[in-house]
């Protein structure tokens, strides 16, 4: 039989490895599954190797279920994620904005009152905010800017997070009674989410794809845009040497990153590449492929043995660019939404501790949920050990502060939705609308750059 266990590790029976999992399966559904799952297991070319029985019934559990723990459970200088990743979704059969629209028709601050009616377009409002008559009288003027005010948060927030992980977390706002501050997700993603597709768990350090990746990556689809990838954008690459030079015992292709000469060959390929994407394609600038081709590289270095060999490995398959999940090998993974804290549901932005037990029990609804499917805890709980990672959460957190265009997406209780900033001196959450200088989130909606 292909599975081994102890140190060293010892070749074990069917019989043997079924002794030692079947006390620790706690859920009886699954005893047969994994009595299959073993059997399976024989006929496999690599063997299997585990530390101990509790290792073994792990894997066993993930075969079954389609899900294992965060690869930084209870690992020093990680937030403890409290439940298993979620790697399994469930298509909705219907959409929550159709039976919801109450809920949707009231996002954004209530200080901001909607327009009389919302047949009338943003662009009218803004021609109005320009006559004579509105002019000549505040409140008028109060009443457009307000519905423009209203109708720019409104497709800001719908633009940063699925509707369906929208209204979960709404629901788990009000049920464990905290408030949910979350950073979206883009918008590319939002197809493959409402598709059913899983979303990236936070061990997977490789990026959501975007425009970038397009232009360099031959491999990469334009409409796959928002899927999690691997590859090296070098000229030289392609998924199947890739492939081959792993199979005979050596991975990544390249021995190092890539290099300015390697970028200057590149470039010559970029003008025949944009022509094949078309017209309509959202060409990036030079400083965004030339910065993305360095940092794809490395990525892919770093990255490239863990997902063929390494302790990834056992858990993903590389489909082309693309990273998959064996539990899900016909589906790419997307970009999730990334929780960033649980606030007081009462005081708008005040942080609540993690060792309030709310906390715990709302990040684990969370994780259950089938569209918002929560990977991680809170960004603001993390207590990163090395100057590296400190570096990383404070762009993180800079990145939704009022000098960025990424506020939150805040949800608390009552079913309030609002966009936040991040207010680093405070350390706590204002409303988009605290100060009159933080417009520049406006710029990513129709109604706010009406404004």
């Known amino acids: 039989m292909a599975i081994s266990m102890g140190t060293p590790p010892v070749n074990v029976t069917v019989d043997a490895a079924w002794l030692a999992v079947d006390p620790l399966l706690t859920e009886a559904t699954i005893r047969a599954p994994a009595q299959q799952a073993l059997v399976n297991w024989c006929g496999d070319a690599a063997p299997r190797s585990f530390a101990n029985a509790d290792e073994l019934a792990k894997a066993v559990k993930a075969e079954v279920t389609g899900k294992r723990e965060n690869y930084f459970y209870l ?57 004579a008559l509105a002019r000549g009288d505040a409140t008028f003027m109060a009443m457009l800017k307000g519905g423009l005010r209203r109708r720019a948060e409104q497709e800001y927030l719908l633009a940063n997070m699925v509707k369906g992980a929208l209204w979960e977390a709404a629901e788990v706002a009000n049920e464990f009674k905290v408030g949910i501050a979350v950073r979206g997700t883009g918008l590319t993603a939002h197809m493959g989410i ?8 936070q061990e997977f350090k490789n990026k959501t794809s975007k ?36 199979d005979n015992g050596k991975s990544p292709l390249f021995a190092a990153v890539a290099t300015k000469s390697d970028w200057e060959k590149k470039k010559l390929t ?28 490395k990525e892919y270095l770093e990255e490239d043995h863990e997902y063929r060999k390494g302790h990834y490995a056992p858990y993903t398959t590389l489909v082309g660019p693309y990273i998959r999940l064996k539990a899900r090998p016909a589906a790419n993974m997307v970009g999730d939404h990334d929780l960033f804290a649980f606030t007081d549901p009462e005081e708008y932005g005040q942080f609540m501790p993690d060792t309030n037990p709310r906390v715990a029990q709302a990040q684990r609804a969370l994780q259950n949920k089938p569209t918002f499917q929560a990977q991680h805890g809170g960004i603001w709980y993390w207590q990163p050990g090395t100057g590296f990672n400190i570096g990383i959460k404070a762009k993180i957190m800079g990145a939704h502060g009022p000098e960025g265009s990424e506020p939150l997406v805040y949800i608390m209780p009552h079913k309030l939705v609002t966009a936040a900033y991040y207010v680093a001196d405070a350390d706590h959450l204002a409303s988009v609308w605290s100060n009159a200088t933080w417009t520049k989130w406006l710029e990513k909606t129709h109604s706010g750059a009406l404004l």
């Not at 409402?194 to 768990?201: I, L, M, Y």
């Open 75 to 131: 690992q020093a200088g990680e937030n403890l994620n409290v439940e298993t990743v979620i790697f399994r979704t469930v298509v909705p059969t219907d959409s929550i904005g159709w039976s919801e629209p109450k809920f949707f028709q009231e996002l954004g601050h209530p200080a901001n009152r909607h327009w009389l009616t919302e047949s009338v377009p943003s662009k009218v409002l803004a021609q109005c905010m320009n006559t």
């Open 270 to 297: 970029i003008p025949n590449r944009l022509g094949r994407l078309g017209p309509n394609f959202k060409r990036p600038s030079d400083k965004e492929l030339e910065d993305a081709f360095f940092s794809r590289s």
């Open 194 to 201: 409402e598709s059913g597709d899983p979303t990236k768990a």
């Open 211 to 246: 425009n970038v990746d397009v232009v360099l990556c031959e491999e990469l689809e334009a409409a796959q845009v928002g899927t999690v990838v691997h590859y090296d954008p070098r000229v030289e690459w392609n998924s199947r040497d890739a492939q081959v030079q792993s």
